[in-house]
């Protein structure tokens, strides 16, 4: 059974920083693409940042310089690490595994974690 469970969301202020953690199980993390994604209220989902197996990173332009994604394979983990916090940035955030091998791989959401920039 594959979970993706996130944590570390919560309340902060403009300026702020979080920590999101992603801890996956069921699956051969090191082989996963692994990503942080968001979605607003009466917004679609969007990419925030992804980390390959090989260690490219990928960034939405609206975090470049603030956000920085890490993964540790020997804890199964994926981190989003958010400083300068706007109010834009308010949404759920979900992980994300995706194998990248097109129709025949696998992608795995996480159940969400709810961040709100607010003062």
């Known amino acids: 059974q594959v979970q993706l469970v996130e944590s570390g969301g919560g309340l902060v202020q403009p300026g702020g920083s979080l920590r999101l953690s992603c801890a996956a199980s069921?699956?051969?993390?090191?082989?996963?693409?692994m990503g942080w994604y968001r979605q607003a209220p009466g917004k679609q989902r969007e990419l925030v940042a992804t980390?390959?197996?090989?260690?490219?990173?990928k960034y939405a332009d609206s975090v470049k310089g603030r956000f920085i994604i890490s993964r540790d394979n020997a804890k199964n983990t994926v981190y989003l690490q958010m400083n300068s916090l706007k109010p834009e940035d308010t949404a759920v955030y979900y992980c994300?595994?995706?194998?990248?091998?097109?129709?025949?791989?696998?992608?795995?959401w996480g159940q969400g974690t709810q961040v709100t920039v607010s003062s």
């Open positions: 069921g699956i051969i993390f090191s082989i996963y693409t």
């Open positions: 994300n595994a995706d194998t990248n091998w097109g129709s025949s791989g696998y992608n795995y």
């Open positions: 980390k390959t197996t090989g260690g490219s990173t």
